[in-house]
Each structure stands twice: as structure tokens, then as C-alpha cells.
DNA sequence: CCTGTTGCAACCTTCGCTGTTACGACTGCG
DNA sequence: CGCAGTCGTAACAGCGAAGGTTGCAACAGG
């Protein structure tokens, strides 16, 4: 599986923002986000937009500009950020469309298909009961 | 997430196998499964070599060789598969070392570490409800 | 010895993600 | 009004995973 680290890095910035405005900072910069990921503040942009268009942070212009959250961190959930930044399905069917003409190759994709849909609500339900809130509490757990 | 189709080819090449087999053939070849995916001998050859590997299928070499399955249908569950053809965690760390010096940052991967863990552990629990054997009987109830 | 098939290496292509540079758009401040 | 700081976004290179393809040695039965 192509391990994807988008959701971490989301998770990442978005627990970023909601500690640095709980420290009483109106909002925060890719730049600085992108230090405390070791990553470019064009990664951090681009991540933060798609957040930003699923209305989970907003972001503003000119001087003094930056991100903030657009709920709290405790109503946004892992399921959220998954959508907003995960595009496609877990599994994929063929790349090309098995022989139709063959007993297992016309029956398999939606034996599958079904299959997958399960599995993948299962994961949506486990992810829908991970709050941001909880994400921020473990990360300041860590122990020193 | 890069969606992989090694899952599902593996669980194809598997269950026409074992039809092939009730069918009261000794072994199939790379080439008739590959024929029936739509995709090339070798990339099943490669599929079925990590799963021989863990123990699911054999291969008999020479004139009259090919493949056969090592267990029952019912006994191989697509957490057996997955574990044989995935090698990777389902979700990756940041790819860089994130800043140690920030509490986000510090703290950031044992949180995410531990709430993958459970996420994971549940994918499994799932992957394992599925046997070899429920995915032929749905692949040969498709509606012609 | 001949034939059919696996085992495997080597290489190319495609694709998605990351990283980087560049530059226009926007907005508050002096 | 112009400057400065930051977002928004396009463009491109690099990388790694996966699939597709070719080629050939190894094997085993007739």
C-alpha cells in the first residue's frame, strides 16, 4: 500500500493551529507550520486548502494573514480530514476489466466491490471517533 | 491513497483457482489466470509467489506444471492475503523528522503511531471475517 | 532431447506525492 | 500610495511504487 502520510500531516497542522490559538494567537502561518512538520510551506498550503474548501479552517489575506480554525478542535474528527484530504478508495478493482467472457472474471468485481464497501465503512466509523481534541490531548502526553 | 489493486487481483487469481480446481483440474497456469484478470502471466506469477511464500498456494514446475491452493477456500481469509501482498502500515509518519524542539512536533508521531495501531487492528479484524470461500460464493452469485 | 511452465532479473512506463521556485493577488500599515 | 507579508496557485523536477513487458535459465515429464 502506498503509505500516504497526508493524514498525519493534516492532523499535524490542524492541532498545530488550534494550540497556537489557544496560546492566544489570532492565526498561524504556513511558514511556521511548515517548521514544526519539517516540510515546504507550499505542502502545508496545499493541504490546508483542501481542509479549508471541506470548511474546517479559514484563511486570510494580506498583512497580519494566516489560518484559523473554523470549529473546534473537538467536533472535527479523523473522518473529516480523511475526506477532506484522501481522495480515493482503500482498494481498487483491475486497472483493465477482467474477461467478461470468464465465470470468475464477470462475478469478482462486484464480489469485491461489496466486500470493500464494508470494510471501508468500518474504517470511516473508527476514524468518526477520533477528535482533533483527542489528537492534541495525546500529542501533549508524550512524555518528555 | 494510492489505491492498490493487488488485493483484489490476489483474491482473483485465488478463488478461480479453487473453481478451477472443483472443477477437477490438477493445476492452473499464470497464463489462463492472467487471461481471465486481463493482465500479464508474470505480474500473476509475481502475486502468487508471495503468496507460496506465505504458505497459501504451490506451484509444480515442468511439463503439465502451474498452481494450486495449499488450503482449503474456506480456511484463507483475506487478512491472510493482505498480510502475504501488503507490505506496508495502511498510513505513514511525516516522511522527515518533524521538529523535536515543538511540542506538536515531538509529540506528534507516538500520537498518531497509537491511534493507527487501533485503526489497523480493527482493518484486520475485519479482512479476517472474509474467507476465500465467502468471496466465490458472492463472485458466482452475480445476476448474468 | 523436446516442450511447456515456473522463477526471476532487468527495464520501461505511468502515476501520485513531495519538494521547490516563481509570481500574481490581496490587505493592513506607515 | 507604496511597501511588506502572506496566501493562492501554476509549473516542474525527483522519487518510489506498481504494472507491463521481454528474455532466459531451471525444471520435469514424455
New interface residues.
Partial sequence: ?????R???A??AL??IG?YQRQGHEVATSEQIA?????NPVVIRRLLGELRRAGLVESRRGVGAGWSLARELGSIT?LDVYEAV??????????????QG???????Q???Q??YE??EK??RH??AR?TLE??LR?????PR
Fill in positions: 500500500m502506498s503509505a500516504n502520510s493524514l498525519t500531516i492532523a499535524h492541532a498545530w494550540l517548521t514544526s512538520a519539517n516540510t479523523l484522501e481522495p480515493g478508495p482503500l482498494f481498487a478493482m483491475h486497472r483493465t476489466t477482467p474477461d470468464c465465470v470468475v472474471g464477470y462475478g469478482i462486484p464480489a469485491m461489496g466486500i464494508g470494510i468500518t474504517l473508527e476514524l477520533v483527542n489528537v495525546d500529542v501533549l502526553a508524550a
